[in-house]
């Protein structure tokens, strides 16, 4: 651990201690001694940075004053970017001291005492900086922001007029109309400010807070709790937490890209990730891999970056190269045999979820995927052998539940499947899906031993007073055929033909006519599914040329 008393004044003297980190001697009673942290535990270009910042200021010392305040106040950002707040507040106080024209030292200032709950220091800073520059947006948005938090009523209706003079249809503006408001116990402009912030920014979770809030102070706690829920709550300075609101801030830009290390990358990433920036959270990752090349975490977050920002090949890319760090890394494994699943190339990806799931055979997600993609190859036994070990881990999958029985449907055991789908639907009875299920085995299986037309017409009666789909009424129709309805069976059957068409899915008409055309002729239906509808098909929906050239 090394600690430096940094230099103030016009003249400092080195002397380098005895483990050759430099311990710097000021005679200068109007500059604050800087305590560096532990840079011992910093990653390499972290504590590059300090140094260079370190020798920049030994230089500045006999450069004049506003060389060495801005000297301290580079040195304030560095460590203000990592979160050392007190010794930042000591190097920006001496920027302002020696600096004072500068308007960014004061500004900094303000977000450290903000940053650390310190709010009247914070209002403090800010009033100064907003004197220096009275038409800066982003201080005025600090400005108000902290004498809503310190409930100084009477000094926050000005300053919304000279924000709202500089930018009055701004998201930014609008959210601090609407937390004055609630400060001021106007409850209903609140919710109409801040319902305004989020139809212009759904992503801006900081808004749900307050504006729960509010609603709780019209008395309508359903709207309340719902916002509530999906707040990021308070932070310990007092302000609401979560996703913040967009408004331009180029000095916080510079502050936030001012350290370089893997680990200050990566927060900006999962920020930007967060705010639904996918090409801001891409190249932020890459900054971090590029200062760590050998981090395989990192690897497989700029790939999984990729992927979310809609760059499938170059995510492939990462990914494998992750892979080539972290030969047993699931996760990776994993993101790959998404790739592949939605590129339509199943046989690679049933090699990559079978990696995956034999490194990490506790993930649901890898049994699924595999158990899915050997349904579509049609390998119902290895389908059926997965269903059943992500049952062992999840008993109460629906989708496991829901795949083992239509493996054993597949390989033809349709007893067995009725049987699971009814054990299925006991155990989950809100989920139509094994109730249609069921209803479909019941009135169409091939098994004369499986079929049940009464029961099977009395689940598809329950299910379409409820399920508007096309599935549903099909399902009615077979049913309805089994116990000799057939015009009604026709009449249900024309009218999923229908609602398929409307739905622009004209491609299905075609093999749902030869029920129709059974139905007419006085035939049930033997076939509860056909090869190509999505219970034999289960999975990601494939995306033509995603990884092509």
């Known amino acids: 651990m090394w600690r430096t008393i940094l230099p103030g004044g016009l003249f400092a003297a080195c002397i380098l201690a005895g483990c050759g980190a ?9 500059v604050l001694p800087v305590e560096l942290p532990d840079l011992s535990g910093m990653h390499e270009a972290v504590q590059g940075q300090l140094r260079d910042a370190q020798r920049a200021l030994e230089s500045a010392a006999s450069s004049g004053p506003g060389a ?17 707040y007190d010794a930042a507040e000591a190097c920006l106080l001496n920027a302002r001291r020696l600096a004072p024209e500068r308007f960014r030292w004061a500004y900094y200032l303000g977000h450290v005492y903000e940053r650390r709950g310190d709010l009247e220091e914070a209002a403090d800073a800010f009033e100064r900086a907003h004197d220096q520059r009275p038409r800066d947006f982003p201080t005025l948005f600090w400005l108000i922001n902290v004498n809503v938090e310190l409930g100084r009523q009477d000094a926050v209706p000005p300053l919304l007029e000279q924000a709202r003079a500089l930018q009055p249809g701004s998201e930014a503006m609008r959210f601090q109309l609407g937390r004055a408001a609630l ?17 212009q920014n759904p992503a801006a979770t900081i808004v ?19 916002h509530l829920d999906r707040s990021g709550g308070r932070t310990d300075g007092g302000y609401s937490a979560g996703v913040g609101v967009s408004m331009p801030d180029p000095l916080l830009e510079e502050l936030r890209n001012a350290l370089r290390s ?26 971090a891999v590029e200062l760590e090349p050998e981090d395989a975490d990192l690897q497989l977050s700029l790939g999984m970056a990729l992927d979310r920002a809609g760059r499938a090949r170059e995510a492939l890319v990462e990914l494998e190269a992750a892979l080539r760090l972290d030969p047993r890394s699931a996760q990776a494994n994993y993101v790959i045999g998404t790739l592949f699943e939605r590129a339509g190339r199943d046989a690679e990806a049933i090699a990559r979820y079978a990696a995956a799931a034999e490194q990490a055979p506790e993930s649901v997600e890898a049994q699924l995927r595999l158990a899915d993609a050997y349904s579509r190859a049609a390998r119902g036994n290895e389908a059926l052998q997965h269903y059943r070990r992500l049952l062992e881990v999840s008993p109460d999958s629906v989708a496991g539940r829901f795949g083992e029985a239509v493996a054993l449907v597949r390989l033809g055991r349709h007893r067995e499947a009725r049987d699971r789908f009814a054990a299925a639907r006991e ?28 029961a099977a017409a009395s689940l598809a009666e329950t299910l379409v007073a409820t399920v508007k789909t096309t599935a549903a009424a099909e399902t009615m129709a077979m049913a309805l055929a089994e116990v000799g309805q057939f015009a009604g069976a026709a009449e249900w059957q024309r009218l999923a033909i229908d609602v398929a068409r409307d739905a622009g899915r004209s491609d299905l008409a075609q093999p749902m006519s030869a029920n ?34």
């Open 22 to 30: 430099p311990d710097i001697v000021v005679n200068d009673a109007d």
């Open 183 to 199: 400060a001021a116990g106007d409850h209903a402009a609140a919710v109409d400010h801040l319902e305004a912030v989020l139809r």
């Open 208 to 226: 749900h807070y307050p504006l729960g809030m509010a609603y709780r102070g019209l008395g309508d706690l359903e709207q309340a709790r719902r």
């Open 262 to 287: 893997p680990q200050r990358h990566r927060t900006l990433a999962l920020q930007a990730d967060a705010n639904g920036d996918r090409q801001e959270a891409v190249r932020q990752f890459r900054l």
């Open 427 to 454: 155990r989950h009875p809100d989920q139509p899906v094994l109730a249609m299920a069921l209803a479909r085995l019941l009135a169409a299986s091939p098994d004369a031993g499986v079929r049940n037309g009464p």
């Open 516 to 549: 129709l055309a059974s139905y007419m002729r006085g035939e049930p239906s033997r076939t509860p599914w056909r090869a190509d509808e999505p219970e034999f098909r289960p999975g990601l929906p494939v995306e033509p040329g995603l990884l092509g050239p």
């Open 68 to 84: 060495l305040g801005d000297a301290y106040g580079r040195l304030g950002m560095l460590l203000m970017a990592g979160e050392y």
